[in-house]
Structures are given as C-alpha cells and as structure tokens.
C-alpha cells in the first residue's frame, strides 16, 4: 500500500449520522493518530521545558504580569488574587499537566479526558493573554481547537492504548 492509498483508504473511523453508514462518511485515520501523536510531543517538549528550568513559577509570574494589562477582564481578577499569590501550586500544575497531557496523547491513552484536561489549560493561557478568537497570533485557539477534537473523536483508539485498553475499561470508549 503506497502513500496515495491511504489518502483513498477508507478504512478507518465510521461517522454516523443517525440513520446508516456510507463510504462517503467514513475518515482515513492516520492523520488522526499522525496529529495527535504530534500534539503529544509538542505539549512534552514544552512541559518538561518547563520543569528543567526549576524557577517556572518565578518567570510565569512575570510573564502573567506582563501580560496583565491585555487579558480579558473576566479572568484579571482570578489571576491577581487566585494563581499570583498561589504561583508554586500553579507553576506546578501547567509545567507537569503539560508533561502529561503530551505523554496521554502520545500513548493514545485516556485521550478524550486528557484533552478536555488539555483544552481547559490551552484556554487558560489564551485567557490570560486576552487574544481575540481569530487573532493571526493567537495559537492558543489553535491547540484549543485540536484538543477539542481530539475529545469528540476517539483519537486514542486510533493507534493508541484507548483502543486496546477499552473493552477492559468502558471509560476509555
């Protein structure tokens, strides 16, 4: 099977829409698994970044300073009186949820709640930084996007521990 088969294949995951399954409704699934397994490693590359430096905390606070200013006014409150005072739990939470989400999505494993976790903390940095949604820069919105996905689609039974692991633990379905 060359690489234009898979680009044809039809093999893969079978979108219903209530009433039947045709060909015409059904995914190749390799890009699934190809763009998770990206998202994986990016998000590892990035928490464990984080987790090296040591002072992540001290240099998120200065980033949320910084960035103060700009954020949506809804989330200014929270970040000044919760995450500020708090930056310890905090800069643990970002730099090692990020570690984790990047080995779930590589691993194909818990996906659809590692990326609901993962798009939770994506909107996070998207609040803090007060972005618009279609802003050129604004790549939070991006991960945001995929992530939500990648919980509505079962990306991690695609090439993933999801799929092997669910008839064990329904939860993974």
Known sequence: MGAADLFRSTK???MTNGIGTSP?????????????????????IHGW??????????GMV??????????????RGFV?????????????LVSWGEL????????????????IAGAVLVANFWFVKGQGFFDG???????????????????GRVLGLDGKLSARF???K
């Open 137 to 155: 820069p604004n790549h939070d919105v991006v991960w945001m996007m995929i992530l939500l996905a990648f919980a509505f689609l079962p990306a």
């Open 62 to 75: 200065g980033f949320l300073n910084n960035r103060l200013e700009g954020s949506f006014g809804f989330y």
């Open 80 to 92: 000044e009186s919760v995450v500020i005072p708090n930056k310890g739990l905090f800069g643990f």
């Open 24 to 44: 015409a409704t059904s995914i190749a699934t390799w890009p699934i698994a190809a763009l998770r397994v990206y998202a994986g490693v990016y998000f590892l």
């Open 170 to 172: 329904g939860f993974l």
């Open 100 to 115: 984790a989400l990047g080995i779930a999505l590589i691993l194909g494993l818990a996906t659809r709640y590692a990326a």
């Open 12 to 14: 893969g995951i079978t």
């Open 49 to 58: 970044g984080k987790i090296q430096r040591g002072n992540f905390a001290d």
